[in-house]
Nanobody, 126 residues
């Protein structure tokens, strides 16, 4: 069974940094577009960032631009989200998704992803 598995997350203070990882079991992340989304209770899933199929293009939500960095290491079959200058409003469950194959553009809608991970909780205290 193909699964996305995230790691990282936890409780940090405002201004701290945190990294998330997303790997796949039973398949590969290459050459799919990949993305990170987040969700808080009572709200819809929110786009955070996505990276194109070969890692040369990245796209970010305005709320995280300049603070978060998405990357991928296809040799390790892993995607990353480096989060810096964290704010309390970044508190959410973060999920990674595998999108379309050989896709170059922005993928800011959940419907563009066919495979999802469960997501770690990230909590930022003020």
């Amino acid at each position: 069974q193909v699964q996305l598995v995230e790691s990282g997350g936890g409780l940090v203070q405002a201004g701290d940094s945190l990294s998330l990882s997303c790997s796949v079991s039973g398949d590969f992340l290459y050459p799919y577009a990949l993305g990170w989304f987040r969700q808080t209770p009572g709200k819809e899933r929110e786009f955070v960032a996505n990276i194109n199929w070969d890692g040369h293009r990245t796209y970010y939500a305005d709320s995280v631009k300049g603070r978060f960095t998405i990357s991928r290491d296809d040799d390790k079959n892993t995607m990353y989200l480096q989060m810096t200058s964290l704010k309390p409003e970044d508190t959410a469950v973060y999920s990674c998704g595998r999108g379309r194959i050989y896709y170059d553009g922005i993928a800011d809608s959940g419907g563009q992803y066919a495979l999802w991970g469960q997501g770690p909780q990230v909590t930022v205290s003020s």
